[in-house]
């Protein structure tokens, strides 16, 4: 409850905080409070020009931050929330880096970039330091998430499939064993998270547009895949 327009919230691994955007004319940032409690948020960044937080490291350390610039426009920072606060680059170039996403054990992250192209990929590199990024989609991806064991991704296509990666997690590489489409989500707004996925990989929470009495709505629509092994 508070004056600035929020719009982005990820909640810690253990789900006892929560960390969300805030933008007023007065501060711009991110800001961290518990989740079960209305008590005063802190601020972990002041960023007039907007930054929204996209993933927390499992370990609880640190999260993953998306800004965006005139030079350099989509790029993803890596913020302390344990140590240090001052945000070290994860992914900044003159490509266009977002939806990043932790592993499940924290050692890798997925990512969308257009450094091979105009067209968002789906890249895992190591985490931390970044090194070399493997691609993981073959036809454009978003929104990258994670299987709670980590051998397998869900993402977006250009054509609005939800798409499945199976991926090994070496020492030092990745290696995408099998891509198949699932189905096709009707999401009515690209820029939002459009879905995330069950521990086990086997159901989805769907944001859908449909249509009652001639209105549009949006609606939370359960999708349940049955022979997704």
Known sequence: SHEADENWLIFSPDGARVVVNAFSPEQSGLFSSAATT?????????APSGAWPVSWAPDGSSILVVTNSPKTGNDI????VTGDPTPKPFQRSDASENWAAFSPDGRWVAFSSTAGS?????YV???PPPGQAWRVSADGGTQARWRRDGKELFYLSPDRQLMSAAVTLGNDEVTVNRIEPLFELRFPYGAY?????AKDGQRF???TSIASGGARQQALN?????THN
């Open 38 to 46: 209305a008590t005063p948020r802190k601020l972990l960044l002041d």
């Open 125 to 127: 590199t190591r985490f």
């Open 205 to 207: 929470l769907v944001n």
């Open 193 to 197: 998270h459009a879905f995330d996925v």
């Open 77 to 80: 920072w890596s913020l302390s």
């Open 222 to 226: 359960q999708a349940d895949l049955k």
């Open 118 to 122: 105009d067209v968002p990929e789906v």
